[in-house]
């Protein structure tokens, strides 16, 4: 099934899910020297010649992994040193090579918001909270990019490092249940929605494979996805290991924002618990509460802000596309990492 990701700007076109077709893509490998599987290519419908996205080749022979420290009481850490810490790889001990604190480094994020119907009583509060949220945490040299999700994956707002510009973006967000809703007007006419393939979802998953896939992957350095959502998923494609792997492959950090209507709603809990911790991120459950939804966007922004990154050599340098397990321990068996679990070997480098 191809999954359409779509821009849109001023008006609220969205993304048509077609029916399946032949693949046209084949699995060779990319840049990087990875293969995936067939994926489709970004609509940009809003990209401007004068404007274009820079985007890195990282070097594959170089494992890097960014990372906070905490302390028994979740209190960050500052001022480690390499010597403080110890990482294996597939049980094996490897050589840190390289060693820095990221606080000003360039930041590429994302904001994912779930759209579908269960999220009407919670959106207005998470357009405003995460405006503000953007706000503080973009630089100038940052960059940033909003995805709405619910029957369908939208990306409506490309990479900017001007906030005003991604709050004007949050604020034309609308829920779509499958049923009529989204951002009105006249379906097919520039504005309005589309008639989608599967008239009920929230494809949560598919969100994350594109966002990961068609966005972050390009890209270098420090990367992290902020997905705000009651953690179910219906109708996506892509599954749950699928959006893991995708995470892990473009070494994105994931933080899953729990929000609903009802305070105690969790449809997919242990789901994006997995999906958070696999990629180094983690989960923090704000109910319908715009106090503890301020709180959250806060903690990312110190963690973002506060991060250290090792970089090694691996003594397995088969390139086989496989996935290793990370594991990064401090000397100090008080302090706790938080990191993601592995990584992907190139392929046929």
């Known amino acids: 099934m191809i999954i359409a990701l779509c821009l849109m700007s001023g008006g609220a076109l969205q993304a048509q899910r077609p029916p399946k077709e032949p693949p046209k893509a084949s699995n060779a490998p990319d840049d990087n020297g990875y293969s995936l599987p067939d994926t489709p290519k970004l609509r940009d419908k809003t990209a401007q010649a004068d404007q274009p996205v820079a985007t890195f080749k990282a070097n594959v022979q170089i494992v890097n992994l960014y990372f906070n420290v905490k302390d028994k009481r979740g209190a960050l850490i500052p001022g480690l040193k390499k010597e403080d810490f110890a990482i294996n790889e597939d049980g094996k001990p490897q050589t840190i090579k390289y060693f820095s604190a990221e606080a000003n480094q360039p930041l590429t994020l994302g904001i994912l918001i779930d759209t579908s119907g269960s999220q009407q009583r919670v959106l207005p509060m998470e357009q405003e909270v995460g405006a503000a949220f953007l706000r503080d945490v973009l630089t100038p040299k940052d960059l940033a990019f909003l995805i709405n999700f619910d029957v369908t ?68 350095g420090r990367k992290a996805m902020v997905l705000l959502t009651d953690g179910g998923d219906q109708g996506s494609d ?17 933080y899953v924002i729990m929000i609903a209507d009802r305070m105690n709603f969790r449809a997919g809990d242990s789901e994006m618990h997995k999906l958070a ?73």
Do not use: C
């Open 153 to 220: 994956v939208d990306l409506i707002q490309d990479y900017t490092s001007d906030a005003a510009q991604l709050r004007r973006a949050m604020e034309k967000v609308r829920i779509n249940d499958g049923a009529g809703g989204g951002s009105g007007g006249i379906a097919g006419a520039g504005q309005g929605t589309i008639p989608v393939y599967k008239p009920k979802g929230t494809l949560l998953y598919d969100a994350v494979y594109l966002a990961a896939t068609e966005k972050l992957q390009k890209e270098s």
């Open 238 to 254: 892509e599954t749950l290991p699928n959006a893991i792997e995708a995470a892990q492959r473009s070494e994105v950090i994931v």
């Open 277 to 349: 911790e696999q990629s180094g991120g983690r989960v923090i459950d704000v109910g319908n509460n715009p106090k503890k939804l301020r709180d959250a966007f806060d903690q990312i922004q110190k963690e973002l802000r506060s991060q250290y990154m090792v970089g090694y050599v691996p003594t397995n340098l088969v390139a086989d596309g496989k996935y290793r397990k990370m594991e990064l321990k401090p000397t100090n068996s008080e302090y706790k990492v938080q990191a993601r679990k592995g990584y992907y070997a190139p392929k046929n480098l």
